[in-house]
């Protein structure tokens, strides 16, 4: 394969910004589905107190972190604190409570890596999976929510590369393609190394919030009101960012030696990470580093095949949003 370097921008890019805008808003989730969302939960807050009067239910993910799009299952977290018992247990115990007139389907997954309860809401045919103590997803959660109140490109951007990952088949992390978790968190480490900056490194300003979850210490600048012209010097519009965003996946990264790092808002190395060789099933065959696990390589699930399928999606992208006559229909073609 032939790896070809791009700098230059075909000149029409701009003409893309109306369409992508356009694509970017048809994903927004309406009002509505949020209030159904929110109705769930208080459902469920109701019959979750009844038992566990001290527990709590946390949205996280795509439907809080504000990077869902329309008809996203919705991901809730228990926090509980039940010593005497294990997660399987309590998801098993879980089940039972929220076995309701009002709920359908209501499955404990107990033997899954991570154990969760599955239910349907069979009015707003919402789904949504409970998972037990997951507090660093819901820490993690906020961040992205944070960073994407910054600057409204990040989100438009996001949306754009979840939609494509979806489109294309490689959102998909049983079949060692990235998570969506993992593809906002390239979009932010792409936006922080423009220039100018689009955003900040919000772990490495002064902290104005700071939890300690499972002995990691989370802190970062959460006070992002006052940021809002943070990207006022860049005026990259969505189209430009789309190009850049796959030119850099598919010609400029280190495969070999990068890592991407939202925390320090930098790149920094395999080798510093130690992430040089293979141990167990992680291959680290493109590194992307959890904000607050930072050991968590969120990589770790592509293996020698699934990289090549990214890779040349990445160049199969890039050359569209070169070449291509018409890239906001080809981008999204299904394969
Ligand atoms: P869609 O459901 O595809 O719209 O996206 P999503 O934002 O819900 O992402 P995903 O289903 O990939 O993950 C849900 C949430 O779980 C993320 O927002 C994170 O908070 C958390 N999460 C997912 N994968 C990881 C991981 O590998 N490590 C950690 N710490 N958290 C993760
Ligand atoms: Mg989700």
């Not at 109306?18 to 969302?37: D, V």
């Not at 593809?183 to 300003?205: D, G, N, S």
């Not at 990691?216 to 009101?225: G, K, L, P, R």
Request: hydrophobic residues 35%; aromatic residues 10%; contains cysteine.
């Amino acid at each position: 394969r032939m790896y070809k370097s791009r700098t230059i921008c075909r000149s029409d890019i701009d003409s893309f910004e109306a369409p992508f805008l356009a694509i970017y808003e048809s994903l927004i989730p309406p009002e509505e589905e949020k209030a159904q969302q929110k109705q769930l939960l208080t459902l469920l807050e109701k019959l979750v107190s009844k038992e566990w009067p001290n527990a709590r239910l946390y949205l996280y993910g795509s439907c809080a972190n504000s990077f869902g799009v329309s008809k996203s299952d919705i991901d809730v977290c228990l926090a509980i604190e039940e010593t005497d018992m294990d997660k399987s247990d309590i998801v098993l115990k879980l089940a039972n409570i929220l076995q309701s007139d009002n709920l359908q389907n209501v499955q404990a997954l107990t033997r899954a890596r991570v154990p969760i309860v599955k239910l349907k809401d069979p009015v707003t045919g919402i789904s949504c999976d409970i998972c037990i103590n997951n507090l660093l997803a819901v820490v993690n959660t906020k961040l992205l929510r944070d960073y994407a109140q910054i600057d409204s490109r990040l989100r438009q951007l996001a949306f754009i590369i979840k939609h494509w990952a979806k489109s294309r088949g490689v959102n998909e992390t049983y079949q060692g393609t990235l998570s969506s978790y993992a593809y906002v968190l390239m979009c932010i480490h792409f936006l922080q190394h423009r220039r100018p900056a689009i955003l900040p490194c919000l772990q490495e300003m002064e902290t104005t919030y700071s939890v300690t979850v499972e002995d990691i210490e989370c802190s970062y600048f959460d006070q992002v009101e006052k940021l809002r012209d943070f990207g006022y010097y860049n005026k990259e519009n969505i189209a430009q960012l789309v190009w850049g965003f796959f030119s850099y996946w598919a010609y400029r990264h280190d495969y070999a030696n990068a890592v991407i790092s939202v925390r320090t808002g930098s790149i920094i190395s395999k080798q510093e990470k130690d992430w040089t060789r293979r141990i167990g099933n992680d291959r680290h065959l493109i590194c992307i580093e959890d904000p607050f696990e930072t050991r968590h390589d969120l990589g770790r699930v592509v293996d020698k095949y699934s990289i090549k399928v990214l890779r040349e999606e990445f160049e199969r992208a890039a050359e569209i949003m070169q070449y291509d006559p018409n890239p906001c229909v080809k981008l999204f073609e299904p394969y």
